[in-house]
C-alpha cells in the first residue's frame, strides 16, 4: 500500500465531489444517449412505420411497443365517489367504511383506496395535533391564572 494513499478510515463517505461543485448541469446529455441519438437522427419515421408494420404482422414485441407509446400505463385519475364529509376525527371511520365499500363495488381500486387512506391518515394527524395544542394552551392559561 502507498504511504500517501489513504486508509478506509479516511476516505470521505457520500459525497464524491467537492463542496460547491454542482455537479452536471440540468438538461445536459450523456455521451452514449447523444451517439445514438446522432445515429437514429432523421430516421424516426422510417423505424416507427417498420414498427407499426412488425406490430399488424403478429410480432408481440412490436405490438407491445407501439401499445405502450399509443396508451400510456395510467398512473393518477381523479377519484370519484360518495364519500361523507370529513370535518373532525370522529368522520374517519365513515369515510374508511365509504371507501371500502367503493372497493368491493369496484369503483376505487385498492391502490387508490390505500393512497387516499394516507390522505385521511394525515388529516386526522393534524387534527389530533391542533386539538393537543388547543388543550396544552387551556392547561398553560389554567396553570398561570392559578
Given at each position: 500500500?502507498?504511504?500517501?494513499?489513504?486508509t478506509?478510515?479516511?476516505?470521505?463517505?457520500?459525497?464524491?465531489?467537492?463542496?460547491g461543485?454542482?455537479?452536471?448541469?440540468p438538461?445536459?446529455?450523456?455521451?452514449?444517449t447523444?451517439?445514438?441519438?446522432a445515429?437514429?437522427e432523421?430516421?424516426?419515421?422510417?423505424?416507427t412505420r417498420?414498427?407499426?408494420?412488425?406490430?399488424?404482422?403478429?410480432?408481440?414485441?412490436?405490438?407491445?411497443?407501439?401499445?405502450d407509446?399509443?396508451?400510456?400505463?395510467?398512473?393518477?385519475?381523479?377519484i370519484?365517489f360518495?364519500m361523507?364529509?370529513v370535518?373532525?376525527a370522529?368522520?374517519?371511520?365513515?369515510a374508511l367504511?365509504a371507501?371500502?365499500?367503493?372497493v368491493a363495488?369496484?369503483?376505487l381500486?385498492?391502490?387508490?383506496?390505500?393512497?387516499l387512506a394516507g390522505?385521511?391518515?394525515?388529516?386526522?394527524?393534524?387534527?389530533?395535533?391542533?386539538?393537543?395544542?388547543s388543550r396544552?394552551?387551556?392547561?398553560e392559561?389554567?396553570?398561570?391564572s392559578?
Amino acid at each position: 500500500m502507498k504511504a500517501d494513499a489513504p486508509t478506509p478510515a479516511q476516505k470521505p463517505r457520500g459525497r464524491p465531489f467537492k463542496p460547491g461543485n454542482p455537479g452536471r448541469q440540468p438538461g445536459s446529455r450523456n455521451a452514449a444517449t447523444k451517439a445514438a441519438e446522432a445515429l437514429l437522427e432523421g430516421e424516426a419515421e422510417v423505424l416507427t412505420r417498420k414498427a407499426i408494420e412488425q406490430a399488424k404482422a403478429g410480432d408481440m414485441t412490436a405490438l407491445k411497443l407501439c401499445l405502450d407509446r399509443l396508451v400510456p400505463v395510467r398512473r393518477e385519475r381523479t377519484i370519484s365517489f360518495d364519500m361523507p364529509k370529513v370535518a373532525g376525527a370522529a368522520d374517519h371511520p365513515g369515510a374508511l367504511l365509504a371507501m371500502l365499500e367503493a372497493v368491493a363495488a369496484g369503483d376505487l381500486t385498492p391502490g387508490e383506496a390505500q393512497a387516499l387512506a394516507g390522505i385521511l391518515k394525515e388529516h386526522r394527524a393534524a387534527i389530533e395535533t391542533a386539538e393537543l395544542a388547543s388543550r396544552l394552551d387551556a392547561l398553560e392559561e389554567r396553570i398561570s391564572s392559578t
